[in-house]
């Protein structure tokens, strides 16, 4: 059984930081491609950042260059290290990965940046 938990979301002022972290069971980690996505309230959902099995990781523009994702192998689990957090990052922030042909996600934590 397939399950990805997401924790380390919160209230934060504009500037401050976030770390998000999602534990993974159930699936190979080492070679999975982990995705991070966060969908606002009235948005459709969008991919945050990709994190390939290699290491090499892809972002979205808007967050180049203040959040930086990585994984751990040996612990079967994905971050989100979110800095100089603006307004606009208000969002429930979800974990995914596909396996066996599925798409999984996690239940989402919800990240709020105060102005």
């Known amino acids: 059984q397939v399950q990805l938990v997401e924790s380390g979301g919160g209230l934060v002022q504009t500037g401050g930081s976030l770390r998000l972290s999602c534990a993974t069971s159930g699936i190979i980690f080492s070679i999975s491609v982990m995705g991070w996505y966060r969908q606002a309230p009235g948005k459709q959902r969008e991919l945050v950042a990709r994190i390939f099995r290699s290491g090499f990781i892809n972002y979205v523009d808007s967050v180049k260059g203040r959040f930086t994702a990585s994984r751990d192998n040996a612990k079967n689990t994905v971050y989100l290290q979110m800095n100089n957090l603006k307004p606009e990052d208000t969002a429930v922030y979800y974990c995914?990965?596909?396996?066996?042909?599925?798409?999984?996600w996690g239940q989402g934590t919800q990240v709020t940046v105060s102005s």
């Open positions: 995914s990965t596909s396996a066996d042909g599925n798409v999984y």
